[in-house]
């Protein structure tokens, strides 16, 4: 059994748990990926943009089924608080990639997935207080009890994705959603 201790960071849990999925393969994708000169000059305050705030990996099948992953951890306070957090650039980035037709999908410190679109519009998310932890950038507390209904594992998402059992992305969040 795999524990989350035995990786440096969260995107290698989760790089390890796709490429464990029959035909799927997870690399970076995010900044780390550019040399030092591009990530400076992308991560100077004040410069916001798509290629600044990239999700983190690209998982593919081999079927040609594609999707972005941005990997959200938590503290431990975050945790026993019952939210998660997403930065406002990151939620934006991740919509501007599924507007322009890429899957993407927000995987939590649980493994388990929901849509970008999902967390913007039906996820319970409020501005998040200000802070000197982290970033400094602003963010949004997303109530974990609000994503149950329509998140499911990781792996589960993978699956759907793979089986093409819809015409666009869009439709993977309806498929999830329970009354």
């Known amino acids: 059994m795999v524990t989350p201790n035995q990786f440096q960071t969260h995107e ?3 790089m390890h748990e796709i490429n ?8 970076r994708f995010d900044t780390q990926r550019f040399d030092k000169t ?3 000059n992308l991560h100077e ?11 983190d990996l690209i998982a593919t099948h081999e079927n040609g089924v594609h999707v972005l992953i941005e990997c ?3 503290t431990p306070r975050q945790f026993q608080s019952g939210n998660y957090t997403i930065e406002t650039h990151s939620l934006e980035s991740c919509l501007f990639w599924v507007r322009s ?3 993407v999908l927000i995987v939590w410190h649980d493994l388990s997935a929901s849509c970008p679109i999902d967390v913007d519009t039906r996820a319970g998310k409020s501005a998040g207080p200000k802070s000197r932890n982290g970033s400094g950038d ?3 507390l997303v109530e974990r009890k609000h994503l149950k209904r ?3 594992s990781l792996s589960e998402y993978l699956c759907r994705l793979a089986s093409g059992n819809w015409d666009t992305f869009d439709q993977l969040s309806l498929i999830v959603d329970q009354p």
């Open 12 to 14: 290698d849990r989760i």
């Open 101 to 103: 037709g890429v899957p």
């Open 20 to 27: 464990a999925l029959p035909g799927w393969h997870a690399e």
């Open 150 to 152: 329509f998140s499911l």
């Open 72 to 74: 959200k951890s938590v």
């Open 138 to 140: 602003p963010y949004y």
């Open 38 to 40: 591009t990530q400076k």
């Open 45 to 55: 305050r004040g410069v916001e943009s798509v290629l600044r705030h990239l999700p």
